[in-house]
């Protein structure tokens, strides 16, 4: 598996070309894949947990939306990774191969419907962040107080611009992404400034830490929840073969469907929707499953 990476990064390294301006030219995009949470865990063996803080801000400098991760290996090893996220009163726990989400509500199981465990925490893997360039150009790089500073302009593609519209950007602007890079080229924190004709403004910043233990009490609104209700799901019409799961009596049930899309009813001739937020799950239970048309 190492090996593998190795020379994908490699292939990354050889294929980048940057227009460099003052300083070292940087690699960049091969950093930044170092930096994907599974190689980050893959490399450094002392690296058992990483937590990843992102704000964006207004014109004044003030936090208008953030968000917070975790990330630390699973005690399965067939589940890679245990991810928590944070955004407002909402927490998402990919925890040991189950998902659950928590809010002032309480906790819903999410049920995996369409896709697997894998298949779920992949995206949040690969560390994507809407404002990161496609194409990067190099403006400057320097050594401050053993770090490294770099400086790159991009244009960011008509999708990225589409996710941070309500930030004000309408896609004629350069963004002036900042790199710290520390040792082991780990980028410790990343600010994007957006550039128009007339002004410029730091629209967000994301910082980074690895840390050689786990913290404590990350998952303690999940890890003692046990698994002891059945959810049997038949297809209307007998389409396709049903399914089944178990989750945790005593709260709420979500289906995650993945990009299929589907209905679930709590009667067989499909009349009755079943509500996600309206029952807290006490028994088994049969849902009736039918394709949007």
């Not at 927490?91 to 509500?105: D, I, N």
């Not at 496609?134 to 770090?147: A, F, M, R, Y």
């Not at 469907?257 to 929707?273: K, N, V």
Request: glycine residues 6%.
């Amino acid at each position: 598996m190492k090996k593998i990476i190795a020379m994908v990064l490699l292939s990354a390294m050889l294929c980048c070309t940057f227009s460099c301006g003052n300083g070292t030219s940087v690699a960049i995009q091969a950093i930044r894949l170092d930096n994907q949470v599974e190689n980050l865990f893959v490399w450094d063996n002392e690296i058992k947990s990483l937590t990843e803080k992102n704000v964006y801000l207004d014109k004044n400098g003030n936090s208008v939306f953030s968000s917070e991760y975790y990330y630390e290996d699973a005690t399965d090893i067939y589940s890679m990774y245990n991810i928590r996220e944070v955004i407002g009163d909402y927490t998402l726990y990919a925890y040991e191969g189950s998902v659950y989400t928590e809010t002032e509500q309480g906790i819903t199981a999410v049920i995996l419907f369409s896709s697997t465990y894998t298949d779920f925490i992949s995206s949040y893997l690969k560390g994507e962040f809407p404002l990161d360039g496609e194409v990067l150009n190099q403006k400057s790089s320097e050594k401050q107080d053993g770090k490294l500073i770099a400086y790159y302009h991009s244009k960011l593609t008509p999708q990225q611009t589409a996710k941070v519209q309500s930030f004000g950007i309408d896609g004629t602007e350069t963004v002036e992404t900042r790199y710290v890079i520390t040792e082991n080229n780990f980028i410790s924190s990343v600010d994007y400034t957006v550039i128009g004709k007339d002004s410029s403004c730091l629209l967000a910043k994301r910082s980074f830490e690895k840390k050689s233990e786990k913290q404590a009490g990350v998952f303690d609104a999940v890890s003692s929840l046990t698994k002891s209700v059945s959810v049997d799901f038949v297809f209307a019409g007998k389409e396709q073969e049903g399914r089944h799961f178990e989750i945790p009596a005593g709260v709420y049930l979500g289906i995650d469907t993945a990009d299929y899309e589907y209905e679930f009813f709590r009667d067989e001739d499909c009349t009755i929707p079943y509500e996600y937020d309206k029952e807290i799950v006490s028994g088994n239970i049969i849902l009736y499953v039918r394709a949007k048309t």
